[in-house]
């Protein structure tokens, strides 16, 4: 057995056999002498602590640092808190550790280094033995003690809060904590720490720094998200699956990021646990939770345009025991913008509680809401007929005083942990959200397909919407490990369900006259009624229901010791109704579709080359279900495809960097494209046919984590084509007009060493080649935005940083639906934030 051999609280030195070759992290000669003593030790006090060394197969959450500040008192209470906060199933007899105390432990140190510190002065030692810790005395072999054993597990063990890392080796998106270099797709882990680090807090600023997601400007102030040229509509929360982005107009999908640990992204085909829907990827937001140790944050922000930001963060144990903990996060944003008129008011709140009902038992709810009031500028901007630019300044606002905009979403969070013993444990989720978006605002667009000469070609129009949507998600699934056949053998059989179900109603009126060089941002004030009572107003209303059920299951089998074979599937059900009411003349309108018992398969094989590098290939079936009309009643059948994907994975430097590379290619078929004999036969519409191809294919390289001391590393790059195998029209034309045939997200941050340690300096680049507008008419330029971040550690407890983003303030597009009359957005201008955090010590 490897062990660990401990002297005193200072001693972090690991050793293979003792070779000194292997001593680490102190400097060669300072690793002799302590080497040199700890053998004199090891001679002469016959009370050792050890703990094994971490062998082939620990998990990564062993290796992963953390910071602890576990109090000096009773050990078992110490050892209770510690295996929680750390995330491990950590096994020791209660009668083992009556009277015996610790001197606690403060700092940062993985589960190798930690546990000797915390029973340094006792006669026990801490073994590693696969997936969990036992304490024991030397003298009693692992498995062989007649005490009853408790067990402390943690439900969150993938957290990277207090990791101070931009890298986590595990991942919970696909039922489980996971390894990410086990799982034979491309997976990213956006945690913590770079969220802090960038001052992202958005949806669209998660996505436009992740590595192959394109954060597209909708019809409105939400994002779209693009994954390998295909949009991703429905989000995991916790792991259950919840479709959104559902509307009738528009596009008003938006997160908070301020109460979520980390951002767990899948791409590639993502139909095992979630069923139809798109083979871009999948988003996981994996909420904050109470922690074992108390903690508080208080931050304040002010930046550029008049933004002003606090926020309070605060959670721990809420009795003695630390069988309940609690977390609340109240955060509040206020901001103008470079766009004249336009300010926006945030404030979210988050609660949330674990309870431990047992040793082996844990509950959590959570709730969350989040409110904005904005005057908002929809629609962008026009080009010239010729799809030229006309140049406008960035500032330019085509609403009008009026404007006004209304979001409240509320959400419910709930979940069970159970561990039936070592091998076997249950989870099941349940997600709730309602979602209310109000707005009446003024909007241009161009007469025709641009603005001609002198710019007198603008119409304005006058729009209201009420927009209300309530999601429901629920997922359960067992977990296990076993062995037969002389194989290591690990299942998962789950179910999950979503349903949404909207109410939206559209009021709008276009009054043509007026000029793209002298914006009338003063028209007459309007709302819902108003805009109504206008001469030739148009009114939509609809609802949209949805609704998706199935049952999937894993088996990963360890055929050799190197190879692993991993085969799943799904059953889903699927029904979506659109519908209008009769209004006037017009009947009532409805639109079905719907797949029943569709069976989704899914294949893979990782091969591990060492204990650091592994590489996979994987294939998966993929359905997405499509509402448009067949010549002889009903809708066209679904989409069907493929998914392969072949790569390398790494886990170095004691898991602190994950590194990967992947090639993948998507091929889909049935795809609805018009039917030359059903030209106005479907409702007096064109009918559709399914004989549609698309391909897209392409590689991804990705690296993240502490690659040097002191220097935490994100690096993303994609290579990603589309193209219309089979269409009338588009044949051999590129799919996803969005999609950027190269994308790189860089970002690094660097603690500076020796009497400089205060400061940390941070910098990055987002840049993409050019995409196609909505139209097909134009190119949309591709760009380069620099970013930079310095940050000054004042005191242990006060930290101060100031983040500048489009440092060159490059002028650009961002990917929209841009055309000639509308839909053309400007990028952020350079800006500012300057962050001041303060978290006092307990």
């Given amino acids: 057995m490897q062990h660990l051999l401990c002297t005193g609280p200072e001693a972090h030195l690991k050793a293979r056999t003792l070779s000194p070759g292997k001593l680490a992290p102190l400097a060669s000669a300072i690793g002799h002498l302590f080497l040199a003593a700890s053998l004199v030790t090891i001679v002469t006090v016959p009370s050792l602590v050890q703990a094994a060394d971490a062998a082939p197969g620990t998990p990564a959450s062993f290796a992963a640092r953390k910071t602890y500040d576990i109090p000096a008192g009773a050990l078992e209470t110490a050892l209770n808190r510690f295996g929680r906060e750390a995330g491990i199933l950590l096994s020791f007899p209660t009668e083992l550790t009556n009277g015996l105390k610790t001197k606690g432990l403060q700092g940062s140190y993985n589960v190798q280094e930690a546990l000797p510190l915390l029973l340094y002065g006792t006669d026990l030692i801490a073994v590693i033995d696969g997936p969990s810790a036992v304490i024991r005395r030397p003298s009693v072999p692992v498995g062989e003690a007649n ?87 429905s989000y995991q929360y916790d792991g259950v699956p919840m479709p959104r982005n559902t509307y009738s107009i528009g596009n008003w999908s938006s997160e908070s990021l301020v109460f979520y640990d980390r951002v767990e992204v899948l791409r590639g085909a993502a139909g095992l646990t979630q069923g139809t829907g798109s083979p871009g990827g999948a988003i996981n937001f994996v909420r904050k939770r109470g922690q074992a140790n108390k903690t508080v944050t208080v931050t304040a922000k002010a930046g550029s ?93 085509t609403g009008s005083g009026w404007n006004r905009a209304y979001n409240d979403q509320t959400s419910v969070y709930a979940d069970l942990d159970h561990r039936f013993n070592d091998n076997w444990t249950f989870k099941a989720s349940a997600a709730t959200m309602r979602e209310k978006n109000t707005s009446v605002h003024q909007r241009i667009s161009a007469l025709g397909n641009g603005i001609q000469p002198g710019g007198n070609t603008v119409r304005y129009g006058d729009f209201a919407m009420n927009l209300e949507g309530e999601q429901f998600g629920l997922d359960a699934y067992v977990r296990g490990r076993f062995e037969a056949m002389a194989m290591k053998h690990e299942v998962i059989f789950g179910a999950n369900y979503s349903k949404y179900h909207t109410d939206d109603a559209v009021a709008r009126k276009w009054t043509t006259g007026g000029n793209i060089f002298a914006i009338d941002n003063n028209r007459p004030w309007q709302d819902f009624a108003s805009i109504l009572a206008l001469p030739g107003s148009t009114n939509t209303v609809s609802s949209y229901d949805v609704k998706q059920k199935g049952v999937y299951g894993t088996w990963r089998a360890q055929v050799t010791d190197r190879l692993t074979g991993i085969l799943g599937g799904r059953v889903s059900w699927f029904e979506q109704m659109y519908s209008e009411p009769a209004r006037g003349t017009s009947p009532r309108y409805e639109s079905t579709n719907s797949a029943s018992g569709r069976f989704t398969p899914y294949g893979g094989l990782v091969y591990a080359l060492n204990n650091q590098w592994s590489t996979y290939a994987s294939y998966s079936d993929v359905f997405e279900v499509q509402s448009a009309p067949v010549l002889g009643g009903g809708t066209i059948k679904p989409i069907t495809g493929t998914n392969y994907e072949f790569g390398v994975k790494g886990e170095l430097a004691d898991g602190r960097v994950n590194t990967s590379f992947a090639v993948f ?70 799919f996803s007009t969005w999609t950027p045939k190269h994308m790189l997200r860089l970002w690094a941050d660097y603690k500076l ?90």
């Fill in 147 to 233: 005490l009853p054993v408790v067990h402390v597990t943690a439900a969150a063990t993938a957290t990277t809060e207090g990791s101070q890392s931009y890298s986590s080796s595990v991942v919970s998106l696909n039922r489980g904590d996971q390894k990410l270099k086990d799982i034979p797709q491309s997976v990213s882990v956006l945690t913590r720490q770079r969220m802090d680090d960038q001052a992202l807090t958005t949806l669209a600023d998660a996505v436009g720094n992740s590595t192959g997601l394109v954060a597209t400007q909708g019809v409105g102030p939400g994002t779209v998200i693009m994954s390998r040229g295909f949009q991703i509509d």
């Fill in 305 to 397: 345009w008049d933004r002003y930001g606090l926020q309070l963060d605060a959670g721990g144990p809420l009795n003695a025991e630390g069988t309940l903990r609690g977390r609340v996060v109240l955060d509040e944003d206020r901001s103008d913008s470079y766009i004249d008129y336009v300010w926006a008011n945030t404030r979210t709140l988050y609660a949330a509680l674990d309870f431990d009902i047992s040793q082996n038992t844990t509950v959590g709810i959570g709730v969350s809401n989040k409110e904005t009031r904005s005057r908002p500028s929809f629609i962008g901007l026009p080009r010239y007929a010729d799809n030229s630019d006309i140049g406008l300044p960035r500032s330019t606002y």
């Fill in 665 to 734: 290619r998507y091929d889909h078929k049935n795809r609805a494209v018009p039917d030359p004999n059903g030209l106005g036969l479907c409702n007096g519409n064109d009918c559709s046919r399914a004989a549609g191809k698309v391909r897209s294919q392409g590689f991804e390289a990705e690296v993240s984590g502490e690659v040097l001391r002191g220097l935490q590393l994100f690096a993303g790059y994609t290579f990603n084509t589309t193209k219309y195998l089979v269409d009338p029209e588009n044949e051999g034309k590129v």
């Fill in 753 to 842: 060493p020796g009497d400089l340690s205060k400061f940390s300096v941070g910098g990055g680049v987002n840049t993409q080649s050019h995409a196609l507008s909505y139209d097909r008419s134009f190119d949309v330029p591709g760009f380069t935005v620099w970013n930079t971040r310095i940050g000054y550690q004042v005191t242990p407890e006060v930290s101060l940083a100031l983040n500048i983003n489009n440092l060159f303030d490059k002028t650009y597009y961002v990917p929209s639906y841009n055309s000639g009359s509308a839909n053309n957005y400007y990028g952020t201008p350079r800006s500012a934030l300057l962050t001041l955090k303060y978290t006092p010590r307990f």
